[in-house]
């Protein structure tokens, strides 16, 4: 398959290399369009007010790749009209360091909103995240995105079921039909990890930002929310604290009916 490949954690990621040497491994062809910045919680944002640049660049990937400096639906969107040679057969988006899992996330994701960019143009699009306790998260926070030797070798294994789970999704998902697979790999993440498919978590996340400070400004404060949801069906966040990787269909055409 031809694929385009973006995230919101930057170019830099390791979550987006190893994701690319797994799908290249898998005999896929790859374009890397991936922003310069961190650009997590911008969910669908385009650039709107102001000049974006895309530049060439090679980061060993294997792959044409190009740097922008803008959000992953500005990624997306510049790639498929300017920067690609040809139309790909989908958008894959990820692999984001840490969950997307439940309402309140998946509307402010950046790794979703590049893969919602790409079916906006039409094209199949599957968000990849990888759930990761909070003291992981921030160690690789710390090491500026690198990840220690285990969480390396988790991650490794959440690329090999991503290589495997992604065209299959990909095939099965029609044309312009408005869908983003949204799939979820939980910590840890073996070979043998089962699929569950699931519906999002209903969380509720009031107070992201702290009290203003003296200067009048609030600083984002991360929190994971209350989950209100009903015991069934199976939802994203308990699949995940259960083992499994979560699969949800996002399908944006449903909206609006009952």
């Not at 062809?29 to 660049?57: D, F």
């Not at 969480?151 to 290589?163: F, G, K, M, Q, T």
């Not at 697979?181 to 699931?198: A, E, K, L, M």
Request: aromatic share 6%; with cysteine; net charge neutral.
């Amino acid at each position: 398959m031809k694929l385009l490949l973006t995230n919101d954690d930057s170019i830099e990621s390791v979550f987006l290399h190893e994701l690319v040497h797994a799908l290249r491994n898998a005999g896929h062809t790859l374009y890397v369009v991936a922003p310069k910045t961190e650009q997590s919680w911008i969910g669908a944002a385009k650039s709107r007010h102001r000049p974006v640049h895309s530049t060439p660049a090679d980061r060993g990937l294997g792959c044409p790749t190009w740097i922008v400096d803008g959000t992953p639906s500005d990624c997306v969107n510049i790639a498929l009209a300017h920067l690609l040679p040809e139309r790909p057969d989908a958008v894959v988006s990820g692999i984001n360091i840490g969950l997307n899992a439940s309402l309140g996330f998946i509307l402010a994701s950046g790794t979703i909103g590049g893969a919602w960019e790409g079916a906006v143009h039409g094209l199949p699009a599957v968000a990849l995240s990888q759930d990761l306790p909070l003291e992981q998260f921030e160690i690789v926070r710390q090491n500026r995105g690198q990840p220690d030797a285990k969480i390396l070798a988790i991650l490794r294994a959440s690329c090999e079921h991503a290589a495997k789970l992604a065209p299959k999704f990909i095939h099965a998902t029609a044309a312009r039909g408005f869908v983003v697979h949204n799939i979820n790999f939980p910590y840890p993440c073996r070979p043998d990890t089962d699929v569950r498919r699931t519906i999002p978590a209903r969380v509720v996340i009031p107070g992201l930002f702290s009290p203003q400070a003296d200067d009048g400004t609030h600083r984002f404060i991360f929190k994971f929310g209350e989950d209100i949801s009903p015991p069934q069906p199976l939802t994203d966040r308990a699949a995940l604290a259960a083992g499994y990787i979560s699969h949800t269909v996002l399908d944006y055409s449903r909206l609006g009916m009952e």
